[in-house]
């Protein structure tokens, strides 16, 4: 699946989407920063249930933190600090993760409404991602037991 071509090619629609995100950055979350949090915490908890279920059925779980730039980023940054989210899912799930931040290879990239990769920046990031999400994979497989 790829960002739809118009929000990619057509520059007027573009800013619209891009219009439309920002309605968000500069207000605090519906219900407050605190609500925000806790939803956040809660759904963390619900990850963690969700992979422990998972792995018991000898599912291997990786998490992957695709891209976001610009002011998309940076209200992100604020809203959700990495540390209180990403980390505490890692944490919380003891999964292991890929986070584009952690990589240059991951970063950059043609974001056309700062949250979603163009088709052809997808493409390479899947390139550049594919490798270590198997490896982490193989890695968090549950080992089976022989008899």
């Known amino acids: 699946t790829y960002l739809w071509s118009k929000v990619e090619h057509d520059s007027d629609y573009r800013a619209l989407a891009r219009a439309i995100w920002a309605q968000r950055f500069h207000r605090p979350p519906p219900g407050g920063v605190e609500a925000a949090r806790a939803n956040a915490q809660t759904q963390i908890e619900r990850a963690a249930v969700a992979v422990a279920q998972l792995r018991a059925r000898q599912v291997?779980?990786?998490?992957?933190?695709?891209?976001s730039n610009g002011e998309y980023?940076?209200?992100?940054?604020?809203?959700?600090?990495?540390?209180?989210?990403?980390?505490?899912?890692?944490?919380?799930?003891?999964?292991?993760?890929?986070?584009?931040q952690d990589d240059a290879k991951l970063r950059g990239g043609e974001l056309p409404d700062g949250s979603h990769l163009s088709r052809r920046s997808a493409q390479q990031f899947t390139r550049q991602v594919a490798p270590q999400v198997e490896a982490l994979w193989r890695d968090a497989a549950p080992r089976r037991q022989t008899k």
């Open 60 to 67: 291997p779980v990786v998490f992957l933190r695709t891209p």
């Open 73 to 100: 980023l940076a209200f992100e940054e604020r809203a959700f600090p990495r540390t209180a989210t990403w980390d505490a899912l890692l944490h919380a799930t003891a999964a292991p993760g890929i986070h584009f």
